[in-house]
Nanobody
Framework: QVQVVESGGGLVQAGGSLRLSCAAS????????MGWYRQAPGNQRELVAT???????NYADSVKGRFTISRDNDKITVYLQMNSLKPEDTAAYYC?????????WGKGTLVTVSS
């Protein structure tokens, strides 16, 4: 029914940029929050950025000024523009859709930043 699919991960050099995309399909409420989370091996999953259907954004301190989250409500797609990437950004990035007090997750896309 509801599906969340990420794309755009890959290998990038430190200081480079990468753009992730997340498309949601199925019955999607017009009122929702979408966001990106990441998890590196041995670490807990952490919030990267979120954006509401109204356009309000929230960022983790570690990515402020470097990452930008945006969305296209017509396509029900959220993007994460990642600039000035650092090796510590290396992780599996997961897209999240929150609506009706439920969470829907994508399977993740890997981002590797080489030094």
């Amino acid at each position: 029914q509801v599906q969340v699919v990420e794309s755009g991960g890959g290998l990038v050099q430190a200081g480079g940029s990468l753009r992730l995309s997340c498309a949601a399909s199925g019955f999607i409420s017009s009122i929702n929050v979408m966001g990106w989370y990441r998890q590196a091996p041995g670490n807990q999953r952490e919030l990267v950025a979120t954006i509401t259907s109204g356009g309000s954004t929230n960022y983790a301190d570690s990515v402020k000024g470097r990452f930008t989250i945006s969305r296209d409500n017509d396509k029900i797609t959220v993007y994460l523009q990642m600039n000035s990437l650092k090796p510590e950004d290396t992780a599996a990035y997961y897209c999240n859709l929150h609506m009706f007090n439920r969470d829907y997750w994508g399977k993740g896309t890997l981002v590797t930043v080489s030094s």
